[in-house]
C-alpha cells in the first residue's frame, strides 16, 4: 500500500490548512492512522491519530487547533490545522498502524506505512 500525501503550503500565522493522505494498494479500514512531523534539526514527534473505530489522539500543542479524521469510503485520512503557529512548521507525514492498539498510536515505530511528506511553513 502505498500512502499520498498533500495539502502543505506557505502560509501566515493564524491561517488554516487541511492535509490529506490518501492509500492506494489497500484498504485503510484496519490500520490506525496518524500524522507525524518532523521540523528542521529535530526528532520526527506525533502530531494525531485515529483509531479504527474513530477516537482520536492528540500532541498537547495541537489540541484544540488541529482535527484529524477519517473516510474509509475515500482510503483517506485528514488533518485540519487552524490557528497555525510559526512552531508548526514541519514537514507531515501520515502513517498507517496495522495494530491499532490504543496505547501505543503515539509511538511511530508501531506505523509500518508512511507517506511521502508534505511540507508546511508559517510565517510570522
Known amino acids: 500500500v502505498q500512502l499520498q500525501a498533500c495539502g502543505g503550503g506557505l502560509v501566515q500565522a493564524g491561517d488554516s490548512l487541511r492535509l490529506s493522505c490518501t492509500a492506494s494498494?489497500?484498504?485503510?479500514?484496519?490500520?490506525?492512522l496518524g500524522w507525524f512531523r518532523q521540523a528542521p534539526g529535530r526528532e520526527r514527534e506525533f502530531v494525531a491519530a485515529?483509531?479504527?473505530?474513530?477516537?482520536?489522539y492528540y500532541l498537547d500543542s495541537v489540541k484544540g487547533r488541529f482535527t484529524i479524521s477519517r473516510d474509509n469510503a475515500k482510503n483517506s485520512v485528514y488533518l485540519q490545522m487552524s490557528r497555525l503557529k510559526p512552531e508548526d512548521t514541519a514537514v507531515y507525514y501520515c502513517?498507517?498502524?496495522?495494530?491499532?492498539?490504543?496505547?501505543?498510536?503515539?509511538?511511530?515505530?508501531?506505523?509500518?506505512?508512511w507517506g511521502q511528506g508534505t511540507e508546511v511553513t508559517v510565517s510570522s
Open positions: 502513517a498507517g498502524d496495522p495494530t491499532g492498539i490504543l496505547s501505543t498510536l503515539r509511538d511511530s515505530t508501531r506505523y509500518n506505512i
Open positions: 494498494g489497500r484498504t485503510l479500514r484496519n490500520y490506525a
Open positions: 485515529i483509531s479504527r473505530s474513530g477516537g482520536t
